[in-house]
């Protein structure tokens, strides 16, 4: 696993099952509950989850900017293109969900973990994350440009093209990464951990040429 500890969700150990369709306020078109208990708009539109197990959803341009999340499961769910920017997300689960192209920008992400997504061109850039963890992700041509990590862990996720420019990795953890191509910004690379042969990758992205012995 990953080695950082994460609060998982708070949910309800017996949670009443509706369709998504039922989830909405035809009257006013808001979130009236969510597909299993919790959610509901605020008048300018923000949706709030509060104690949400989301199962085999299928949320496809779902936009939801400026939320709040909290004690939310997202389980073999459809998130593609989804729009989360500038959300609070706390003790969130992503388990086996597509995130293909989703948006969590300019957000604030504590204890939540992703396992097991696809998050090919997802965008967490200029977030602030805090306790979270990808594990057995697919993060191909992911941004994570500007981003503050704090006891962030990536434990067997596929990353290439993925861009972490302008963000401090020192402390992050990549020796269980795949990854053949990857941009960061030399100055902020220093503590990032590694194995021998992602450093000779990086050097060679940097421009030196590497003499094999």
Request: net charge negative; hydrophobic share 40%.
């Amino acid at each position: 696993m990953t080695g950082v500890k994460i609060r998982a969700p708070k949910l309800m150990k017996e949670l009443p099952v509706a369709s998504w369709e039922e989830s909405f306020d035809e009257e006013d078109a808001s979130v009236r509950a969510s597909c299993m208990e919790g959610g509901r708009a605020t008048a300018d539109g923000r949706v709030i989850f509060d104690g949400v197990l989301f199962r085999k959803m299928d949320f496809q341009g779902f936009r939801a900017p400026a939320s709040e999340l909290m004690d939310v499961v997202f389980d073999g769910c459809d998130l593609s293109n989804a729009d989360f920017s500038r959300s609070s997300l706390h003790r969130c689960e992503f388990r086996g969900t597509k995130l293909t192209g989703a948006v969590f920008s300019e957000s604030m992400l504590r204890d939540v973990r992703f396992t097991d997504c696809a998050g090919r061109y997802s965008s967490f850039n200029f977030s602030k994350l805090r306790n979270v963890a990808f594990d057995g992700c697919e993060l191909e041509s992911a941004d994570f440009v500007d981003c503050s990590m704090k006891d962030v862990a990536f434990g067997n996720n596929r990353l290439d093209d993925i861009s972490f420019l302008d963000t401090d990795l020192d402390g992050i953890d990549l020796t269980r990464t795949e990854f053949s191509r990857i941009t960061v910004t030399p100055m902020k690379l220093a503590g990032c951990k590694v194995t021998r042969e992602q450093a000779i990758g990086f050097a060679r992205t940097f421009g030196l040429v590497v003499e094999e012995d």
